[in-house]
Structures are given as C-alpha cells and as structure tokens.
C-alpha cells in the first residue's frame, strides 16, 4: 500500500458552469422602475429554485430572459444543460448560452464554449472553445482563464506555452479564483514555464488551499510530507490532508489512512484507518478500495472477511487497478472467499499481467508450467517467467534457469542456466545460491 504521490502532470481538468448567481442582479437604487421588474423575475427565480421548483424557477427566468436580462438566458441554458425542470438538451442550452454571451454576460461565453470543448449539444471545436474563453476571460469570469490557460498548458487548439498559461492563472489566481492559484503551485512545483521553485509553490498552494481549492491542501500536505520547500513534518502534513478530507477530496482521505495504517505521525491504528479509506473508496479513489480489500483479507481494523476483501478487489480490478486483478487470481487460486477457479485465476492473472504486475506473469507461467486447470505449455511459461525475471522476480529467474538446466521448453543451455541461478542468488534466493554453486562444482562456464 502506496502514500499517494505528488501530482506530476499538473492541471488536468476543466473549471465547469455553475448556476448564475443572485448578486449579478442586485441593481442600484437609481435604475428605472422597468429595471427593477427585470430584477423582480431573476429574483423569484431563485426563490423557486431554492425551494426544488425549477419548472416555476424557469419561467420567470424565460420572462427575464424575454426583457433583456441576460443572466435570465444564461440560467435557462443551465437548465437545459442539467435537466432541471426540463428535459436535458445540450442544444437548446447553447442557445442560450449563445444569447447571454452575445448579451456581454460572460458566464453564458464561458459555457459556450466549455460545450465546444466536451462536445455537448455542437461538433467537438477546441478553436471555438478557446476563443469563447478568451473572451470570458477578457471580460472578467476567470474560469475562463483557467480553461484557457490549461488549453496553452496541453497545446489544446493552440501551440503549446506554457509561459501563457502561467499569466492565465496567474489572473486568475490574482482574481480570486483558488484553481488558478493552485495551478500555478504546480508550475513552479514542476518547473513548467518558470523557474523550479518549491517555497514559491509552497506560497501558492497555500492561497489556493485558503481559497477553498482542496487540492492546494493536499499539495500542502505532500510538500511537508517528503520536506518539499518546507521542513518535513508528518504531523503538518496530516492536519492537511484531513483538511483535504473533510473538504470533500478523496486522496486527503486516503493519505490519512495511509498514515493511520503504517503508523506515520499518529500511533497506529487500523481502524482508523478503514475509515478513511472507506471514506476516500466512497469518493472514487480505486487504491483506497484496495487497501480496503488488504484489511478485511487480513483482519486488520475489520472483521477478517475473504468475501469482503474480494468485493473490493474486483471493483478496483474492473476499474483498471492490477494490483486489485492479482488479488482476484490469488483468491480464485486458492479458494479464498470464494470456489477454487483456475480459469477466473488465469484470467485476473493474466489481465494484471498484461498492465505490468510482475508477480501475476510469475503465477500465470507458474499455472502453464504446473497445468492448473490446462495442458501443461512449457513454452509459455518459459516466456512468463522471463517477464517476471527481467522485472526483478527472483522466483522467475529461478524457475527460468531450471527450465535451460533441464532443457524443458527450451534448449538446454547449462551456461545460461548457471548466470540465472546466480541472478537469484544475488536477489537473495538461497537454493538459486545453492544451484549456481553446484555449477560452478562442476565447471560450467
């Protein structure tokens, strides 16, 4: 069970649309009386839909959008966009979005073009999208420039520069806006555009966890982790990633449990520690499920429960986690919570084999070379067992060399034999130590 690690690739996802919010409206004292109806319908909008009446809440927002007000079309096309007290339409929501773009209300440009860039409701177009962002930007809705920033960061309908998507979330982080401070964290974390410089991104990591941005609060929490910028300080480290945790970001759940279960700044504690895994599991985060799954296997914070830990290894298998496939193939192996089933134990195998689980190419070699529910195929498992040697598996390079001593599924070639006997044996593997010396006795080269 692995500590999370740092962020390497930077910002990765898109700021998204919101709903318009009330304070866009409020007019002053001297607006006409007209002015004051407009607001009037915006107004009891929200009301309806504070209350879960979002059919109500949509027609007086069609009636403001009707006079002109254009944070009125704007929330209709999040309507529409939602399915909220209308059928979900992604076209219909661009026209309005359309309409309160062209009306100067920037929130409906940036949501334009975020449907340009998913492709919701119009044809894929990252060169529209970034043009629409630009404008949001230029008009003063920083989630546009994050958005653009991050198409200059990836080279999204633009040539890369990393340079310009710095002084977008530089704007965008001098604007208030958390994302853009904590972007330009990973910048200078990474050295991307601008000079490497821990204590600086230290410094904006801070302003984007104080802006809310729970990201910033892991990055934090990292940094004091592995004394990156700052003096290395578990304890620091853990009160951010609760701070992580209790704001809804799964990885400051599982950092948590991790430092609960190996004991990292807390005496440790089991228990605890499955409750933050469950909680950060809950959340979306696949290795959390897996150590999930390790606890029940092993009864650690949780009653032992083979059938517990295998429900968990298969989530996170079908999600892609090998270490989750390998534990499937083990408890299929042997019977572990479940009907011994070489076939579904080959299959895990083979599946966590193939996305470079070293020890699941040792244990589908080991099914061929064995016959576990198969015709023996000692040339496939020589060919496993080479993966697994060449990854550092010393069973592997044990097992291959008895394959060249006895000449089974290979030519046999004792010299060969010897120098992977001798590869085990400096691994550590005694009987690969014992075998190479026997060779050695008998003055194979």
Do not use: W
Request: hydrophobic share 30%; charged share 20%.
């Amino acid at each position: 069970m692995n500590r999370v690690s740092r962020n390497r690739n930077g910002p990765s996802t898109l700021a998204l649309n919101v709903r318009g919010r009330p304070k866009t409206l409020l007019l002053g004292a001297c607006l006409l009386f007209t002015a004051h109806l407009h607001a009037d319908f915006m107004a009891e909008g929200y009301i309806q839909e504070s209350k879960g009446n979002h059919a109500k809440a949509n027609t007086f927002f069609t009636q403001a959008c009707d006079k002109g007000v254009m944070a009125g079309c704007y929330n209709l096309g999040f309507s529409y966009a939602k399915g909220l007290g209308l059928k979900q339409n992604f076209t219909k929501a661009n026209e309005f979005y359309a309409n309160a773009c062209d009306g100067g209300y920037m929130e409906g440009c940036f949501s334009q073009g975020l449907s340009y860039d998913l492709g919701r409701g119009v044809q894929q177009d990252i060169g529209s999208a970034n043009a629409l962002y630009s404008r949001a930007c230029e008009g003063g809705e920083l989630a546009g420039c994050l958005n653009l920033g991050l198409s200059y960061d990836q080279g999204r309908g633009v040539k890369q520069s990393h340079a310009k998507a710095n002084n977008l979330y530089l704007k965008a982080c001098e604007g208030g806006y958390s994302k853009g401070c904590y972007n330009l964290g990973v910048s200078h974390d990474e050295g991307r555009g601008l000079q490497q410089s821990f204590s600086l991104a230290n410094g904006f990591y801070t302003r984007a966890c104080n802006g809310g941005e729970m990201a910033g609060c892991l990055s934090l929490g990292l940094a004091h982790d592995e004394g990156r910028g700052v003096k290395k300080n578990i304890g620091k480290a853990n009160e951010f990633y609760a701070q992580a945790c209790d704001g809804g970001l799964a990885k400051g759940c599982y950092n948590l449990g991790f430092s609960y279960d190996q004991g990292l700044g807390f005496k440790q504690n089991y228990s605890k520690a499955s409750e933050f895994y469950s909680q950060a599991c809950s959340g979306g985060d696949s290795i959390s499920c897996f150590n999930l799954g390790v606890l029940y296997e092993k009864g650690r914070g949780l009653e032992q429960s083979h059938s517990n830990a295998n429900t968990f290894y298969a989530k996170v298998c079908a999600s892609g986690v090998r270490e989750g496939c390998y534990s499937m193939g083990v408890s299929h192996s042997k019977g572990l919570g479940l009907n011994r089933d070489y076939a579904k134990a080959r299959e895990n195998f083979s599946r966590a084999c193939d996305a470079g689980h070293i020890k699941s190419c040792y244990n589908l070699g080991f099914s061929y070379d064995q016959g576990l529910g198969l015709e023996r195929d000692y040339t496939r498992a020589n060919a496993l067992f080479s993966i697994a040697c060449d990854g550092g598996y010393l069973d592997g390079c044990f097992n291959l060399g008895l394959y060249y001593a006895s000449g089974v599924g290979v030519e046999r070639d004792m010299s060969r034999a010897k120098g992977l006997f001798g590869k085990a044996c400096e691994g550590g593997d005694q009987d690969g130590c014992d075998n190479f010396r026997r060779l050695e006795d008998d003055g194979v080269k």
